[in-house]
Each structure stands twice: as C-alpha cells, then as structure tokens.
C-alpha cells in the first residue's frame, strides 16, 4: 500500500498574509477585502421575541471585544474569537433598536397552539418575514432571525426521517409527508426580500437550549463560544458581501469554471428540480441557473439527472460563463451534492464535444 500526505492549501488574506486555518488568518490579517473594498460595519437586523432580542444585543457586545478560547491541550484546534472592530479580526458589527423587530407574545402563544406542526411552521416562518420585510426597508446588510423558545421544541421534534444532510431529509418527504423544515422554508422565501438571511437559536447565544431531541429532551451540548463565534460572524460578513479569504491559486486557475449541482423541491412538492450555482474563477462571483426535473434514485435514495438534462444543464452554465468572460473556461470543474450515475457522467461529456 502507498500512503501519501496531502498538505492543506494555503488561504489568503488581507494584506497578502497566508495560512492554512481561516481563524488563524483572520486574527492576524484580517480578512482579504479588507482596508480596501471591504465594508466599514455591517449593520444587523434581528427578529426574534423581546428576550432573544435582548440576548442577542448582549452576546454581540460581548464578542465585539473577543472570546477567551476554552481550556484544552490543542490551542491549535481552539484558538480565542479575536472579536470584531478596531483591532478585531472583522470590522464592526452593528445594531440596535432601529434594526430590531419583535414579534408580540401573543402571536407566539396563537403560533404555538396550532396543529398540525407542519402548519404551525408554515405561519411561524411568514410571521417571521413580515418582520423581516420591514426591516429591510431599514436597509440592514443581514437579517438574524432567532427561533423563540416557544416554538422551538415542537420545530425540533417531528416525525419521520431526520437522518443525514438537510437536503436529503428534505427529498424524503414522501416518508413523512407531513414534515417542514423552518430553516429551508425561511430561507426560501425570504429571497424575496432582497436581504440575506441568518437563522439561529437561542443557544448559539448562551441561551438555555440549543435543541431538543426526538423524546422530547433538551440537548444543552453546544461548541466552545469562542468557535461559535468564529462561525456565526464568518458567516454573517459572507452574507453580507464581504469576502473574508480566498484560495490560493495557480495563474491556470483563472480559467477554471466551477460549477456545483444542487436539488430542491417545487414549492408545491410536486416535483423535483435541480439548481447549478456558478463560481466564476477566482473571483468567488457567481450565479444561479436552473435545471431541469430530477428523480429519486431506488437504489440510494437521492436526486439524479438523466443524460439530457445533465448535458443541457452545463451547456447553460458554460453559455452563461462565455457570456461573463468573453472565452470559454479552459477547465472544468464540476461537483453535486449526490452521486454521479453513470448517465450523468455521460451527459456532463457530451458537453464537451
């Protein structure tokens, strides 16, 4: 047997500094936009109730000036949050009254009180975005929304199969036909509004529960704070346009198309469609095009294309990168969130004759 060791590739960021971990990067050169074209403060929108609010607002103050890493033999592995603003690894993060909406108790308790769940979800999630919606007009970079506690166990616990990544459970749904995801229904319809946007839990925050299980306990377990920050404001400055690093590439790679392959499901849940996001070079810009219908597989159980769709989907997604550069890439990169079958294979080669 030959055994070979392949070395982590190295990131950049701001002022040229390299290193292989994005929150070593970070603390000591901040990210890679940064002092030029980079944003000054993000403003942060948040809706919750009056007490995830408030937690908010306090757990926000608090990593603003870092995050004591947490007592461990491998400094390495958890390193401190820098925290954010002068001297932090970000710039600032900001909010307030002005950007904030909470919905009333009372239309939590209504929330609460309906059946099935899957409805209850179904007016939680545009509760939610009636908030979100008048927030946007107050023209925040990100919107956090912070499930409410009074909601959360009865989102956390429904039937059916919760095994394996989100987007799977979600194509499952013949199996448990009554079940919806708030985080993917949240976020689907809210692309309307015009704002990015950041679900979250009170736990992320230090509130009491992060989850629940599906007998009904609370899971209380949570990553140490400093790596939950480091994940939650590496995310929000993303969302917000910012870009915090890059891979370090090789001058070839600057005609490379890199395409991703992804499914979702019909609002109506009558069929299954696939989505293709682009990332043009190494700019990291990129864009949506969809595809056309896929099929659950019987055999693993995920979303497939036949060799038709395969093809006329990259033939799309190369059009649209001819379009952007005036050339056609001089490499292809194609991922996908299943399995290539052997007809899809088929399909993404007859591309390139």
């Given at each position: ?102 919905i009333p108790p009372r239309d939590l308790d209504e929330l609460a009180q309906l059946e099935p ?55 499952l749904a013949q199996n448990a036909p009554d079940k919806v995801e708030f985080h993917d229904l ?168």
């Amino acid at each position: 047997m030959k055994a070979d060791f392949i070395h982590e590739p190295e990131l950049e960021f701001g002022n040229g500094g390299r290193h292989i971990d994005v929150r070593f990067g970070l603390t000591d050169f901040g990210p890679l936009d940064a002092g030029g074209t980079g944003r000054q403060a993000i403003r942060v929108g948040v809706v919750g109730d009056d007490a995830t609010i408030e937690l908010f607002h306090r757990w926000l103050a608090k990593c603003r000036q870092g995050v004591d890493a947490k007592p461990s033999t491998l400094p390495t592995l958890f390193p401190p949050f820098k925290g954010f603003g002068d001297g932090g690894a970000f710039c600032d993060f900001v909010s307030g009254a002005h950007w904030s909406r909470a919905i009333p108790p009372r239309d939590l308790d209504e929330l609460a009180q309906l059946e099935p769940t899957s409805l209850m979800i179904e007016r939680a999630v545009e509760r939610y975005l009636v908030e979100a919606r008048d927030l946007a007009t107050k023209s925040p970079d990100v919107i956090v929304c912070i499930l409410s506690p009074m909601l959360l166990k009865r989102i956390d616990i429904q039937s059916g199969e919760r095994r394996g990544p989100r987007s799977r459970r979600k194509l499952l749904a013949q199996n448990a036909p009554d079940k919806v995801e708030f985080h993917d229904l949240l976020k689907a319809r809210g692309m309307s509004i015009g704002r990015p946007l950041q679900v979250s839990r009170p736990g992320t925050m230090g509130g009491d529960v992060q989850r629940y299980r599906l007998d009904g306990t609370a899971n209380v377990e949570t990553q140490d704070e400093a790596s939950i920050a480091w994940n939650f404001f590496c995310a929000l400055y993303y969302k917000a346009g910012g870009t915090p690093w890059r891979l370090i590439r090789d001058s070839t790679d600057l005609a490379t198309c890199y395409v991703g392959v992804s499914f979702f499901e019909a609002k109506d849940g009558s069929s299954l469609q696939t989505s293709v996001a682009q990332v043009f070079n190494e700019r990291g810009e990129g864009v949506v095009v969809r595809g056309g219908p896929a099929k659950l597989s019987k055999e693993d159980r995920t979303p497939h294309l036949d060799q038709d769709d395969a093809a006329k989907l990259l033939v799309q997604a190369l059009s649209i990168y001819r379009r952007e550069h005036r050339t056609m890439p001089g490499r292809l990169v194609c991922h996908k969130s299943s399995y290539f079958t052997d007809a899809e294979i088929a399909g993404f080669r007859d591309t390139s004759k």
